[in-house]
Each structure stands twice: as C-alpha cells, then as structure tokens.
C-alpha cells in the first residue's frame, strides 16, 4: 500500500475574507512535500477568476496515521495567513449497545 507523504489545501475567499470555502485541487495527494509544492503553481492557474483571495498550503501526512480518522482542519487568521493541520482528533465518540452515539468524551 503506498504512503501519502503531502496533502494539497486550496481555500477560496470573498475579498474581505469573510467567506472561504474548501477548493477541489486537481491532484490532492502527492508522494512527496517537494512534489506538492512544485504542483502549487498549476492548480491555482485559472482560480483568481473565481476568487478574489486564494490560499494554498502542503501538509505533510505522516504515514503512520495510514490507518487512524484523520482530520484536515484550517481557519483564516485576521493577518490573512492560512493556518491548516492534519492530525488525529482528541474528541472520542461513545455509542451504546445499538450503535448510537450518546455524546463526545474528550480522551486524556
């Protein structure tokens, strides 16, 4: 099974950054950070037409989360600059016997 090494983070912003949303990239996975960033270029070509901000960032993966929920999450500092990660979240989900979640329990 091969290893995602970087993963491409597009946003799309309204001017005054008070609406951004997830872009599709043309390739999101990459083997290597070095091959994301070389990508970078290519899959913003076309995007300034539809939106006036973009934001692009690489994020390594580290293999060892292969098999673990992994979540991407990114927000938009008030300076402008992207802030993403990709990890593991803290946040368990309990079920009871039937399978329904009955609430969040935060792991120690």
Known sequence: MEHIAAVLLIIGCSDDLSQCRELP?????????????????VSLRGRA????QLFAQCLVVDPALEEEDVVLSWGIRNDGMLVASVGVPDVMVATNS???????????
């Not at 990239?25 to 270029?41: I, M, N, S």
């Not at 037409?49 to 006036?52: D, I, K, L, R």
């Not at 039937?98 to 120690?108: H, I």
């Open 98 to 108: 039937s399978g329904t979640a009955v609430g969040n329990l935060r792991q120690e």
């Open 49 to 52: 037409n539809e939106y006036p």
């Open 25 to 41: 990239a043309p390739v999101a996975l990459y083997e290597t950070a070095q091959e994301c960033e070389t990508g970078l270029p």
